[in-house]
């Protein structure tokens, strides 16, 4: 007799901070899960680590393919040979501050490669439910707070108006062409795995850094924006819920509560014992030409609907992030006997700064 088939979901972006909670999150579930890998990611693949080393994971259940976001011909053929019933797409240029200097290919990959997706959907015979990761940054400068899923969309960076139109795409092909396909509008989650230039990140490894003198000061933007900062591995399962549900939806994802970039520092700084105003300097190529202020979400129709709500607090993903900061770079002290770590990690410092 034939097994029944287990689950199975694709991933874009399986090797961002999402993707591999995510990743997590299914093969606990009893998932198979086919995850898209640039072809160029190779050196974020550590987020995954702990599941390559799992051979009844890795080889059985878990399975990475080559494709860009603009190469239609491949992605349409890994999802007829894989059939996933859930495609949950995380990919694209996340990076607010980076899309104000590419804004053509942040565009062709958030924006485009999105619609791409969906018209792959739309010609498969056993259409997936679709989930697009999109952003507070659809609201811009919201006229209130906090926003909700009624909330008009009012972008003021490229990355803003790329994630705008792949939220109307999903919308439109939900309503359009019976797809099921959501939205989780998710305000900003982070955890130790989030990439190094965003700004919680780089300033928790600047405070493990500093604290262990392997750095002199650390260089910022604005330190008034405002944000409502979850903690990752909440969020994904949000995704996944919005996907088990019976009805297709557009959901935030918050806590409903904001605090300062003013406020991180302070508080990240704190957890290693230093005062945050000793350590950093404001660098004006750390300024968006356009900033968002002030970002908080309602999530009161995910709680209603789904039963979901962000559970870890603020000062308790701060000092996750510090503590698991400090233990990577002791690690790494360890490893390669360095002692300095420089002030800039943004690997596009090549050009102008944006982390
Ligand atoms: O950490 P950030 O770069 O996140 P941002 O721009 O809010 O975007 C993140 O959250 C969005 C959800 O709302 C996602 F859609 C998006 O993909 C991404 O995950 O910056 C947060 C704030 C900004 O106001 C920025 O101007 O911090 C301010 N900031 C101040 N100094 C800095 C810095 N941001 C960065 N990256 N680096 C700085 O030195």
Redesign the pocket.
């Known amino acids: 007799m034939q097994e029944p088939r287990t689950p199975t979901a694709m991933i874009t972006g399986i090797t961002g901070q999402d993707g591999s909670y995510l990743s997590e999150l299914l093969l606990d579930k009893g998932y198979t899960v086919h995850g898209l890998v640039r072809r160029n990611s190779s050196t974020s693949r550590k987020r995954l680590e702990d599941l390559f080393h799992d051979k009844t994971i890795y080889d059985k259940r878990l399975f990475l393919h080559y494709a860009d976001l603009d190469d239609t011909t491949t992605i349409r053929r890994i999802l007829i040979n894989t059939l996933p019933d859930e495609i949950y797409h995380l990919a ?1 240029q ?4 980076a899309s104000f200097e590419i804004p053509e290919s942040t565009c062709e990959f958030t924006a485009m490669g999105t619609l791409r997706l969906l018209e792959i959907i739309r010609d498969l015979p056993n259409r997936p439910k679709f989930l697009h990761a ?4 659809i609201f811009g400068r919201p006229d209130r707070s906090p926003q909700n899923e009624e909330t008009p969309m009012r972008p003021v ?1 490229p ?2 108006v790329a ?1 705008t139109f792949a939220t109307q795409m999903t919308k439109l092909y939900c309503e359009s062409f019976g797809f099921f396909a959501c939205n989780a509008i ?5 955890s130790p795995r ?1 990439g190094e ?6 300033i928790t490894r600047a405070a493990a850094a500093i604290s262990l003198g392997r750095q002199d000061h ?6 008034d ?4 900062w979850g903690y990752a591995p909440e969020y994904v399962e949000g995704m996944w819920r919005m996907l088990q549900h019976d009805q297709p939806g557009d959901y935030i994802l918050a806590t409903g509560v904001e605090h300062s ?1 003013e406020d991180f520092l302070r508080e990240a700084f704190a957890v290693v014992g230093l005062r945050w105003k000793n350590h950093y300097q404001v ?1 004006a190529r ?3 030409p356009a ?3 002030e ?1 908080r979400g309602d999530p009161s129709k995910a709680s209603e609907v789904l039963g979901w709500k962000s559970q870890t607090n603020f000062n308790e993903i701060v000092a996750r992030m510090v503590r698991s900061d400090l233990d990577l770079l002791a690690s790494q002290e360890r490893h390669s006997g360095s002692s300095r770590v420089s002030s800039e990690m ?1 690997p596009t410092q090549s050009r102008r ?3």
């Open positions: 694209g996340s990076h607010v501050g999109s952003s507070s940054e960076s990355y803003g994630k998710c305000y900003n989650h982070e989030r230039s965003f700004v919680t990140r780089k650390l260089l910022m933007g604005s330190l924006a405002r944000r409502d970039v660098d750390y300024l968006r900033e968002v202020c970002l943004d700064v944006t982390s």
